[in-house]
């Protein structure tokens, strides 16, 4: 799985939409859409945000920490 999958799996997993995640995370949307498209790639304080939505599995957050450091 990619980043970008990964990603796209945690928004599934919050519940929200990708607007409300992107809010959720401090970043706009556009830029979460270029990270799951795989033409951005994925900062150190994105992924720090994402571990930190309640929601999102810890499977989804082991997975998406060790591709980062990958």
């Given amino acids: 799985m990619t980043i970008g ?6 928004i599934e ?3 929200m939409s990708k607007t409300q995640f992107a809010k959720a995370v401090e ?3 556009s830029f979460i859409l270029r ?8 900062s150190k304080n994105l992924l720090d945000k994402i571990l930190e939505i309640k929601q999102v599995s810890m499977g989804t957050k082991d997975d998406l920490k060790a591709k980062y450091y990958e």
Avoid: C, H, R, T
């Fill in 27 to 29: 970043i706009n949307k």
């Fill in 35 to 42: 990270v799951i498209s795989g033409e951005k790639d994925l």
């Fill in 13 to 15: 997993e919050s519940g």
């Fill in 5 to 10: 999958e990964l990603v796209n799996q945690a």
